[in-house]
């Protein structure tokens, strides 16, 4: 089985590199952050409290993501493998991802780290909040949180695999084609 963690600050190319991923693949897509943008959609609870915090470029509460993965994951118990796009973005909610794999006798493969620098994050996003619609893409003050957020809680989790051998980083900047390519050979590389 492989699991794979897409790894990397907002605006790295997670999204978009998971797109490919899962068609070559046949795995089944994980984002934390479709998921919660689909609570909000939907107007539930969750995602009420969801939205006020991802507005403000805030990480929202360890148990909740970690609880939409737990049902995530019972959903689609014949899956081939899983991406986890955006997730887990604390220590917490990787050390609850691996007890959760661990219930179904699975574990994560590997982690591909998309390095981007932030000048290059900020001009991708804005970009993007031209089209999106997303209300934390419309301004660089609220993007500039997303990364600090990123630096502080989220950085420390690349340590945690780096400690279980399964870091890989990749340039995350070029051509999507290329860096798509150097995904799979990290993947492929580490099944060997
Ligand atoms: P996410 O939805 O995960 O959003 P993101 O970090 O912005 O990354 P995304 O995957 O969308 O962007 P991508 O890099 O592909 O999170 C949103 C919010 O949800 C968080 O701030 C947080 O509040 C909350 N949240 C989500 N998960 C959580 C968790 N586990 N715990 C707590 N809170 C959580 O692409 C960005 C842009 O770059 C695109 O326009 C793309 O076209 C472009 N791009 C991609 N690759 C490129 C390349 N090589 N060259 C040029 N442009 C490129």
Known sequence: MLNLVLFGPPGAGKGTQ???????????????GDLLRSQIAAGTELGL???SLMDQGILVPDEVV????????????????????GFPRT?????????????????????????????????????????????????????RRRVTEYNEKTMPVAGYYEQQGKYVAINGIGEIEAIFGQICDAIEAAAQ
């Open 49 to 51: 409290k969801a939205k």
């Open 91 to 143: 220590v917490p909610q990787a050390e609850a991802l691996d007890v959760l794999l661990s219930q179904y006798n699975t574990a994560i493969t590997t982690m591909v780290a998309l390095v981007v620098e932030e000048e290059e994050l900020t001009k991708r996003l804005l970009l993007r909040g031209q089209t999106s619609g997303r209300p934390d893409d419309q301004n660089e003050s609220l993007i």
């Open 66 to 85: 970690i609880g939409m993965i737990d049902s995530k994951l019972n959903e689609n118990q014949a899956a081939a493998g899983f991406i986890f796009d």
């Open 18 to 32: 998971s797109e490919k991923l899962i068609e070559k693949y046949k795995l089944v897509h994980l984002s934390t």
